[in-house]
Nanobody
Framework: QVQLVESGGGLVQAGDSLRLSCAVS????????VGWFRQAPGKEREFVAT????????YYADSVKGRFTIDRDNAKNTVYLQMNSLKPEDTAVYYC??????????????WGQGTQVTVSS
């Protein structure tokens, strides 16, 4: 059974950086994707970035392009989200999820519990 566990969230100031980690346990498949989504209070969960486990494809939401980088370490079964130049509007609970890829929540059947990121102005 696949499990995903996020870590690395916290409280930072605008302009700071933070790196989130998503540890994936269980069997992995190179053709599947691990994505990051976020949900701010009172808003719907939204796509942030995704990477094919093989590393051959990455996609970003327009709102984070140039600031966030998704990467993975296959040896550690971990996917990272490096977040630079953070803004208050990046404040949300960040979730990682595994699935077939794409930008839709429904494409990712397996989810972690989430980690809170708060960016103060």
């Amino acid at each position: 059974q696949v499990q995903l566990v996020e870590s690395g969230g916290g409280l930072v100031q605008a302009g700071d950086s933070l790196r989130l980690s998503c540890a994936v346990s269980g069997r992995t498949f190179s053709n599947l994707f691990v994505g990051w989504f976020r949900q701010a209070p009172g808003k719907e969960r939204e796509f942030v970035a995704t990477i094919r486990w093989s590393g051959s494809e990455v996609y970003y939401a327009d709102s984070v392009k140039g600031r966030f980088t998704i990467d993975r370490d296959n040896a550690k079964n971990t996917v990272y989200l490096q977040m630079n130049s953070l803004k208050p509007e990046d404040t949300a609970v960040y979730y990682c999820a595994r699935g077939l890829g794409g930008l839709r929540i429904g494409d990712y059947p397996t989810w972690g519990q989430g980690t809170q990121v708060t960016v103060s102005s």
